[in-house]
């Protein structure tokens, strides 16, 4: 079993929906938990970065940590077609680990 | 903004040959790693330097050696290209603190060997 797990997809929303993204992992120890974007032909840059457990909110994009659950979330609102990416989850406490990524296209 | 650049977009190498991958970053970060980037696995650490001429172990570091000369640098080393190192390589640094610190990735180098 893979330490964090999270659906490779692809997701494919209209314009305007609420997009849902989500890991799993299975290391109770995990602090720090972050969302990378990554652009076709581009690098991952930070998208969100929370630590514990907890909400947080930036503009469109709200992440969610459930630690109970070992569930993380990152929630999308009013999708547009720029947030067509891949969605990485990352997660640690001595060292990161990185999920498979989540392709996401929201059509016009 | 921190611009991390890798010299190659992209390379194609025969196996056996000793292969360099660069890094620089402009922002005077202490820390630089090397991950690779391949379908269904997600990112994997290969190695990472917290100082010049410092360098540790990451998750994946057999075939693979590392260097920092200069802080802004971190050059990957492929000591004998073998098919199974055909993937994407990202270089990343970072300010301060651990291996948990956000990372500022380059746009990666794709190489294939054949």
């Known amino acids: 079993q893979k330490e964090v797990e999270q659906d490779p997809g692809p997701l494919s929303v209209p314009e305007g929906a609420i997009v849902s993204l989500n890991c799993t992992y299975s290391n109770s120890a995990f602090q720090y938990f972050m969302w990378y974007r990554q652009y076709s032909r581009k690098g991952p840059e930070l998208l969100m970065y929370?630590?514990?457990?907890g909400n947080k909110e930036d503009g469109r994009f709200t992440a969610q940590v459930d630690k109970s659950s070992k569930y993380i979330s990152l929630f999308i609102r009013d999708s547009q077609p720029s947030d067509s990416a891949t969605y990485l989850c990352?997660?640690?406490?001595?060292?990161?680990?990185f999920g498979a990524g989540t392709r996401l296209t929201v059509k016009p | 903004d921190v611009k991390v650049t890798q010299s190659s977009r992209y390379l194609v190498k025969r196996t056996g040959e000793k292969v360099f991958l660069e890094c620089v970053q402009d922002m005077d970060h202490e820390n630089m790693f090397w991950y690779r980037q391949d379908p269904g696995l997600g990112l994997r650490l290969i190695y990472f330097?917290?100082?010049?001429?410092?360098?540790e172990k990451g998750d994946i570091p057999e075939g693979y050696s590392v260097s920092r000369e200069k802080k802004e640098r971190f050059s990957l080393i492929l000591e004998s290209a073998s098919t199974n190192q055909t993937s994407m390589y990202l270089c990343?640094?970072?300010?301060?603190?651990?291996?948990?610190?956000?990372?500022?990735f380059g746009n990666g180098t794709r190489l294939t060997v054949t």
């Open positions: 330097s917290y100082d010049v001429k410092m360098k």
């Open positions: 990352a997660m640690g406490n001595n060292d990161m680990r």
């Open positions: 929370t630590y514990s457990s």
């Open positions: 990343a640094s970072s300010l301060v603190g651990g291996v948990n610190s956000p990372l500022h």
